[in-house]
């Protein structure tokens, strides 16, 4: 018999122990007294981390107010992904969203539509452990920011690996985004937590070969690959995916959305936080991990990215021991991040 269980259900204290992590997460996200914040959140939510983020910010600002909706679901065109009408009215009213869903929202047309009323939104999915443990730190701020410049200079990317991943793309007239785990000056959105840089490269411009080795993970698939799987892409869109088990996973994943915009590039770039690590279950450690590339298909028209591309899902891919060029220049040589301290 095992007692390891006992007590984990019944945890003490929880959001006051991770209350002045996210107090300050606001605080750097630029939330001010005067402020009409909203925090968002679903009935499927932890009460702990609603509640921690629901006293921060009303230690910050008098006019906080909670909504509480049913759980999105769906693809990112329908309806059943975005909040009721009645909600987005209000969101589109405040200064501040914290966006608490356990589905997130963020490639849906109404999302875009409260960024463009000119609120900040503060997205965020972890569980307590992982707020507290990747909390904003001026350090990973400063290498993002200046990973997510760097790829905003540059005018091709190149992601190469010795298992034979050779790709290229035009990032031309497109913008780094730094994802910091708090909201920067001038920006409207962040993840908290996070510690990556992505950008939206031209959807039609990526071509090549794509060889996602053993160890390197699918966020959406919610494993870490076990056999090599080949994709071939032409004109931005994954025409063939090769292998075992883990390609029939993955083929069958496309498969189900019915929808070619899914197989198109959405985002590329990589970890800058050294404090993530593979060996936990959360989406944000690995999206995180430093020097880990992030190869993404799918919907990618948010505001933060800038790119064009509507489709029904979004899929993550992280590519561990590969190198990343911007231009002439490697960023990541065999998974290590380079000239971004
Ligand atoms: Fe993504």
Redesign the pocket.
């Known amino acids: 018999m095992a007692y390891s269980g006992i007590g984990k259900s019944s945890s003490i204290g929880k959001h006051i122990w991770i209350y002045p992590v996210i107090e300050r997460a606001l605080r750097l996200s630029g939330l001010k007294s005067g402020d009409k914040t909203v925090i968002l959140t679903d009935v499927n939510r932890s009460q702990s981390i609603f509640d921690a983020f629901y006293a921060a910010a009303g230690n910050i600002c008098n006019g906080v107010f909670a909504v509480v909706q049913r759980p999105l679901s769906g693809a990112h065109d329908e309806k059943s992904r975005e909040p009721d009408g009645v909600i987005l009215e209000l969101l589109k009213q405040c200064d501040f969203i914290v966006d608490l869903p356990t589905t997130h929202w963020c490639y849906t047309r109404a999302y875009n539509e409260v960024l463009d009323a000119g609120v900040k939104v503060l997205l965020s999915c972890s569980d307590e452990e992982l707020l507290h443990r990747l909390a904003p730190d001026e350090a990973v701020i400063r290498r993002t920011r200046k990973a997510a410049n760097l790829l905003t200079q540059g005018k091709m990317l190149r992601i190469t690996s010795a298992l034979g991943t050779e790709l290229t793309m035009s990032v031309d007239g497109r913008v780094g985004n730094a994802q910091c785990g708090a909201i920067g000056e001038g920006y409207r959105w962040d993840n908290f937590p996070s510690g990556l840089t ?1 950008i939206a490269p031209i959807e039609t411009s990526l071509h090549g070969r794509l060889v996602i080795a053993p160890g390197d993970l699918i ?1 959406e698939l919610e494993r870490r690959i076990a056999e090599p799987i080949s994709c071939t892409i032409e004109n931005g869109e994954i025409v063939a995916i090769e292998g075992g088990v883990d390609a029939r996973n993955l083929r069958a994943w496309f498969d189900q959305w019915d929808d070619r915009a899914v197989r198109t590039v ?2 590329t770039g990589f970890g800058t936080d050294p404090r993530a690590t593979l060996f936990s279950s959360e989406a944000m450690d690995w ?1 995180s991990y430093d020097g880990g590339i ?1 190869l ?1 298909f799918g919907a990618n028209c948010s505001r933060f990215l800038g790119g064009r591309n509507m489709a029904r899902a ?3 891919i992280i590519l561990l021991n590969c190198d990343f060029y911007v231009d002439q220049t490697r960023l990541v040589r065999a998974g290590k991040t380079l000239l971004i301290d």
């Open positions: 992505e966020i959405a985002h999206e992030n993404a979004h899929i993550d």
